[in-house]
């Protein structure tokens, strides 16, 4: 990976939790990184996910809508992973364009964002220096059960006939353990549904990427595989497969939902400063 990161820790943290990694990009900062959310969710569906990493890193967070969804919603969701991607890179350098410390950058993709990361994070882009892939799958390898558990599965195709706030109340209990966590964030979730809710058109144009994918063969950047052993939505063993398949690092919360971010945000950050780092003295 070749980062030569350090670490810097502040006076208010202690010295067991790092705050800030720094890599060679233009102004030394840690690397830029892409977000990128699942199935029917947007950058709203973060919370306050992006500000924090931005605040850990000390550097650029990009949490980019796919198309079809939030900022996004008026355009048509592209059938196809590789579409979606092209589209998803296209406006993430139109939007670091002047940027002088636009330089080194990850991405980061949760579910189906965690796919789109994948299919990035294998086409060798300059600048990109590696990829973190959460709570996702593969076809390759693991059964569709296991890439979406059935309970849920069926849960999801009844609630296209109810309102969006029905909707994310019955799905909420399958993405998020934490109930603190999600009583906390019900207000913004709800108000997302009824403000900019996803249409029929776009959630079976992100199935059908889903489904139709075909993941990368190979990648030459280190990758991060992060999933939660209490995901009830994705089975964790599809993240196993693809630690496997691709010689990554692997990580498992013990406890967190497949919306692991909002279930626990700061294990996500540390892991993700424990990978920079490690990958940095491997190089």
């Not at 992006?50 to 079809?68: F, I, K, M, T, W």
């Not at 849960?155 to 029905?166: E, F, R």
Request: hydrophobic residues 40%.
């Amino acid at each position: 990976m070749g980062l030569r990161l350090e670490v810097m820790v502040s006076a208010e943290q202690p010295a067991s939790s790092p705050i800030c990694v720094n890599a060679p990009t233009a102004t030394g900062a840690a690397p830029d990184v892409l977000l990128l959310r699942g199935l029917g969710r947007e950058s709203g569906h973060w919370l306050s996910f992006p500000e924090e990493l931005q605040r850990r890193l000390g550097s650029n967070v990009y949490a980019l809508d796919n198309p079809g969804v939030g900022s996004e919603r008026g355009r048509q969701a592209p059938w196809s992973m590789a579409a979606t991607a092209d589209d998803i890179v296209e406006r993430f350098n139109r939007q670091r364009e002047g940027r002088a410390a636009a330089g080194a950058f990850i991405v980061v993709g949760l579910s189906l964002g965690g796919m789109l990361a994948l299919e990035i994070s294998a086409r060798g882009l300059p600048g990109l220096v590696g990829g973190v892939v959460i709570n996702s799958s593969s076809p390759r390898g693991t059964w569709i059960w296991q890439r979406i558990r059935p309970v849920p599965f069926w849960s999801m195709l009844k609630t296209l006939v109810q309102g969006t706030v029905a909707r994310e109340r019955t799905m909420i209990p399958f993405t998020m353990n934490n109930v603190e966590a999600r009583q906390r964030s019900a207000a913004v979730r709800e108000e997302i549904a009824v403000k900019r809710p996803v249409s029929g058109s776009t959630f079976w144009a992100q199935c059908m990427c889903a489904a139709t994918w075909r993941p990368p063969k190979q990648c030459a950047l280190p990758l991060l595989i992060l999933a939660s052993s209490a995901d009830k939505l994705v089975h964790p063993v599809c993240s196993t497969v693809l630690a496997k398949q691709y010689g990554a690092a692997l990580k498992c919360h013990p406890t967190a939902g497949h919306d692991i971010t909002s279930d626990d945000g700061q294990w996500v950050q540390d892991s993700i400063v424990e990978w920079l780092n490690a990958s940095s003295a491997k190089a």
